[in-house]
C-alpha cells in the first residue's frame, strides 16, 4: 500500500472490508477539533446542542379521544359567521363542556368574548371580569373551558394552508394557558361543494406536543412580516425537521387532527348571543321569557347567554354559583334562584 498507484482489487480490499492502520511518530492534522454530535468540521454551540432536542416532526394521535358538538350551540356560531359576516372577517370563542375519563370532550356552548376581526387576524378584547362569570356559571353547570373555535375567511380558499403562521400562533398561545392536555381547536370554514354551492365544514385539531413546548419556551417568531408565506411558522432558532436544520417549519407539523361528533346538550341556544353587533337588553329576556312560557321553569332558563346576562347583575361569590346550581334542582327548580336572592315578576329582574 506505499504504492500509490497499487489498485484496491489487487491488495484483496472490496468494499465492507476492515482496515488497521498502524504508525509511529506524531502527526498534526490542520482545521478545527472533531465535536461530538456528529458535528464535524464545525463547532458545537450550547444553542446548537438545544436545537438537536428540538425536534419537530408529525404527532400520530391527540390526547382528545373525540370531540361532540352540540348541534345548536355549533349552528348557532356558524350561523352568525356565515349569514351576518358572511366569512368576510374571522370570529371566535371559547367551548366550553366537559371531558370524560377516556378524553371524550363534548362542546354544549360557546363564548364569544369582546374582539375585532379581519380578514387575515382575530383579535381578542379579554375581559377578565366576565370571564370570571363565565368560568363561575360553567363550573355551577358541571363544565369548564375545553377550546377555541374561531372561523377562516373566504380568502382562505386562495391560500394553500390548513392553518396560517398566526393562526397557529393564537391557538398555541390560548392551548398552552389553559393546561388542558385534551385542549380543542376548532375551525369553521367555507367550502365549495362539487355542484359549485357553498358548504360550512367544521374541522378540529390539537396543537402538538412539540408546538406548545417551543411556544412556551419562545421559539416562535410573533412578529410576522408580510413577505413571509402564510404555510409556514419562523423559528427564532434553528429547529430539525427531518434531517434538517431549519426556521421555518411547515404549519401541518404542528397540527394532530381530531375525530368529530355531535350530540343534543342540556342548555338551548336561543337567547340573544353576547357581545355581537346588537347588543342584548332588558326587551331581549322578556322576549326570551315570553316565548317559552309554557316549557317548565328550568327549561326557560337553561340558556348559557341569558345566564350570563342576569349573572352581570349579581354577585360573582355567592349569586352566580347559585344561580347555576338551579340545575341541581329538577324537583325544586325554584330553590336555586332562591338561593340567588332574586326572582323574576313582569319580566324584571329584582335582586
Known amino acids: ?28 492534522i490542520a482545521g478545527p477539533a472533531v465535536h461530538p454530535a456528529g458535528s464535524f468540521g464545525r463547532k458545537m454551540t450550547m444553542d446548537d446542542l438545544i436545537a438537536k432536542q428540538m425536534r419537530v416532526g408529525r404527532q400520530e394521535n391527540p390526547h382528545c379521544d373525540s370531540v361532540s358538538f352540540d348541534r345548536d350551540c355549533a349552528n348557532a356560531f356558524q350561523h352568525y359567521v356565515n349569514e351576518t359576516l358572511a366569512f368576510a372577517v374571522k370570529r371566535g370563542g371559547f367551548m366550553y363542556g366537559t371531558v370524560s375519563e377516556e378524553g371524550k370532550v363534548e362542546v354544549n356552548f360557546i363564548y364569544e368574548l369582546p374582539q375585532q376581526g379581519t380578514e387575515e387576524i382575530l383579535m381578542l378584547l379579554r375581559d377578565s371580569d366576565e370571564e370570571k362569570i363565565v368560568d ?15 372561523n377562516q375567511t373566504i380568502m382562505h380558499d386562495k391560500k394553500d394552508y390548513t392553518l396560517s403562521n398566526r393562526e397557529v400562533l393564537q391557538a398555541a398561545e390560548l392551548h398552552a394557558e ?8 376548532a375551525v369553521v370554514k367555507l367550502e365549495v361543494n362539487e355542484d359549485g354551492g357553498a358548504d360550512v365544514h367544521f374541522e378540529a385539531f390539537q396543537m402538538s406536543d412539540m408546538c406548545i413546548r417551543l411556544f412556551k419556551e419562545g421559539w416562535f417568531e410573533t412578529e410576522i412580516g408580510e413577505d413571509v408565506d402564510p404555510k409556514l411558522s419562523i423559528m427564532k432558532k434553528d429547529v430539525v425537521v427531518g434531517s434538517k436544520d431549519v426556521k421555518e417549519v411547515d404549519n401541518d407539523f ?11 346538550g342540556p342548555l338551548s341556544t336561543t337567547f340573544p348571543i353576547e357581545n355581537r353587533i346588537t347588543q342584548v337588553t332588558m326587551r331581549a329576556l322578556r322576549s326570551h321569557l315570553d316565548r317559552a312560557k309554557n316549557l317548565p321553569f328550568v ?20 349569586d352566580v354559583p347559585a344561580l347555576a346550581d338551579i340545575h341541581a334542582y329538577p324537583k325544586y327548580p325554584r330553590l336555586g334562584w332562591q338561593r340567588a336572592g332574586f326572582e323574576i315578576h313582569s319580566y324584571k329582574c329584582s335582586v
Open 299 to 318: 327549561k326557560r332558563i337553561s340558556d348559557f347567554h341569558l345566564l350570563l346576562f342576569l349573572a352581570k347583575f349579581l354577585d360573582l361569590n355567592s
Open 254 to 264: 404542528f397540527l394532530v387532527v381530531i375525530k368529530i361528533l355531535d350530540h343534543l
Open 136 to 150: 363561575a356559571i360553567a363550573a355551577g353547570l358541571g363544565m369548564r373551558r375545553v377550546g377555541f373555535i374561531f
Open 1 to 28: 500500500m506505499s504504492n500509490p498507484n497499487t489498485l484496491l482489487s489487487s491488495l484483496n480490499i472490496s468494499h465492507g472490508s476492515i482496515i488497521f492502520l498502524a504508525y509511529e511518530g506524531h502527526r498534526t
Open 178 to 185: 389553559s393546561e388542558l392536555k385534551e385542549w380543542v381547536t
